[in-house]
């Protein structure tokens, strides 16, 4: 769910095609790793922490990309944090799943918590005309910054579930394809004005 991608470049035109992209390669990844975790994780084995270090690397290499388009400032600042914060919650939750599924939620959550708050905070960056409201990303961003909460809690409980990981994955990789989507249709109204 949580990703920062791209703004700030001279050319709102270059900066909605890349934004495009890689909100759309990201949410696509997001739903087809959902879809392969629901079946691989009822054993904790290398396959399933294998997965469980895939998604956070999948949101490292995300915020490189977008770090590399960003002018210097804080939104590039951030987006830099974002790509070491999710490069070490990889590290982490493969060190935590030798440990059992309520550590892999606690680490998992906690990097929620964290990266859901930096895409927040660009998400507010981004809102202006030329890249739309950022809306479903500024949802994304509070669902999981919400939800990691919850599976820190539930990591505590006597019940811990990796179950909620796909759910989790479906939802960020949704918010992000119909990012994707609205700036389509915004580059498309832009080439084509409407006339009066």
Known sequence: MTDTLTSG??????????????YLIRGVLAVVWAAVFAGAHDSLDAVAITLLVV???????SSLVDHHALPAGSERRITAFNGVLSTLAAIGV???GTAGEAAVL?????WAVISGAAQ???GLRRRGPELGKQWPVLIAGGLSFVVGIFYVIQATGNDPSLDVLSVYA?????????QAGLLALKARSSRHPTTG
């Open 9 to 22: 470049a001279p050319s709102a035109t270059g900066e909605r095609s890349t934004l495009l992209k890689l």
């Open 106 to 110: 606690a680490v998992f959550g906690a």
């Open 55 to 61: 998604y956070p690397l999948i949101d490292a290499v």
């Open 170 to 178: 479906t939802g960020g990789g949704v918010f992000f394809i119909v």
């Open 94 to 96: 493969g060190v935590a």
């Open 120 to 122: 927040l905070v660009v």
